[in-house]
């Protein structure tokens, strides 16, 4: 197991962020307006600067920019409750912010992110990072973060490329670590420290040297993290931030196929933990748009295919169960559900009371979205085992989130 874990997160295997669909991290080289009073965009790295007739145009202040108004961020406030009253505990009053699983139509929301250096996993590994499960990411995994993973093979061809170029426009989407051969920070003011950090790479990468550092626009910042599997804290280190552009001239030309290596490869140190993930910019950058509506057939397909893993022998009973737990957790009525399954479980397995959807009709469950309210129906007609562990996890999670 550990062997296999260090093939995936230890090795020379590289994660990019994970991005909402309709969202991009917003580059330094771009301006816009100082009084958000017009829409007008200038990409330094591509375009001179002018004002605008609302007034000067600044950098922008970077992040992650979401074409959607609202719902992408969430707030979730829970309370902890008193043991011997079950009122809430004074002073025990916890709001988290987190990223919606849903998008304001109710359909599932899609995060996309990037994979690369995968020729060097063995064939376990590289079965898993292209098959499909179900995983549990960020904070609070007993009541949220429940994902359905799925890979495909990305098609390398950039059809946006004019043509092979020896000026390359060097876009960063997660923080990058660049260090000089002593280990020690690159001062980003200083063109030639940032040659000698980014050099060796992308000359091993791209098959040419790079003869010059044009202009780099930056932002300086501090990243740590958390080892999940030693549980330790990770070092902080020094780094420029996402949406940092770095302008940089080649020796020789290079085609769409470097171009496909570098943005795989990345730039600078810790790339294995998400760092330094790179794309080769073509042109200005434009805001995003919207996510693309899901078509009828897509929507049925993806909807099956949940219900299927659910209720179907694809997976297991104790990860049917503790599916549905989470499921019903993360749906805002874990303590209800908690008591009513348990009294429905006792009444079933004990009682030899009949099987009955009637929980399903109570307002509760007739608020949730359509794919919540499926889940909480289906669970009512699930086996023994599924629906007796189902009642224990919930009982369980509830306590935890208390």
């Known amino acids: 197991m550990m062997e296999a874990f260090t093939g995936l997160f230890e090795g020379l ?187 060796h790479d992308l000359a091993e990468v791209l098959g040419t040297s790079v003869s010059a550092v044009e202009r780099i626009w930056y932002r300086g910042d501090a990243e740590g993290g958390w080892h999940a599997a030693s549980r330790l804290y990770k070092p902080v280190d020094v780094v420029l931030a996402a949406g940092t552009v770095i302008t940089v001239t080649l020796t020789d030309p290079v085609d769409a196929s470097a171009v496909a290596r570098l943005e795989s490869h990345g730039l600078g140190l810790r790339r294995a933990e998400g760092f330094g993930a790179v794309r080769v910019a073509t042109g200005p950058w434009q805001p995003p748009a919207p996510p693309g509506s899901t078509t009828a057939d897509d929507a049925n397909s993806d909807t099956d295919a949940d219900t299927a893993d659910l209720t179907g022998q694809t997976m297991t009973a104790a990860a049917r169960a503790e599916t549905y737990a989470r499921r019903i957790i993360a749906a805002g009525i874990g303590p209800w559900a908690a008591k009513q399954v348990r009294e429905y479980t006792i009444a079933v397995l004990r009682e030899g009371a009949p099987r009955s959807a009637g929980l399903a009709g109570f307002p509760r469950v007739q608020a949730l979205e359509a794919s919540d309210r499926q889940v909480f129906t289906d669970l009512l007609s699930e086996t023994d085992q599924v629906l007796d562990r189902t009642a224990a996890l919930l009982d369980a999670f509830v306590r935890e989130d208390q």
């Not at 994970?18 to 080289?29: A, E, F, H, I, W």
């Not at 996993?121 to 799925?150: I, M, P």
């Not at 060097?170 to 051969?181: A, G, I, N, Q």
């Open 13 to 199: 295997v590289t994660y990019g962020p994970l991005l909402v669909d309709g969202s991009d991290v917003v580059p330094l080289s771009v301006l816009g307006c100082k009084y958000d009073a017009c829409d007008l965009i200038i990409d330094e790295a591509f375009q001179e600067p002018s004002a605008c007739e609302c007034g000067p145009l600044v950098p922008d202040r970077g992040g992650v920019r979401h074409a959607e108004a609202q719902g992408v961020i969430v707030q979730r406030t829970r309370l902890e409750l008193n043991d011997q009253t079950q009122t809430a505990q004074e002073g025990q009053l916890y709001t988290r912010q987190a990223l919606g699983g849903s998008t304001p139509t109710g359909a599932r929301r899609r995060f996309t992110g990037r994979i690369g250096e995968t020729s060097t996993l063995d064939q376990a590994g590289l079965e898993f990072l292209t098959g499909t499960h179900t995983l549990w990411f960020g904070g609070k995994r007993a009541v949220s973060g429940q994902v359905t993973y799925r890979a495909r093979q990305l098609d390398e061809d950039r059809p946006d490329l004019p043509g092979p170029t020896d000026r390359l426009v060097l876009r960063f989407y997660s923080p990058v670590v660049l260090t000089d051969s002593s280990g020690l920070p690159v001062d980003p003011t200083e063109p030639a420290q940032v040659l000698g950090a980014v050099g």
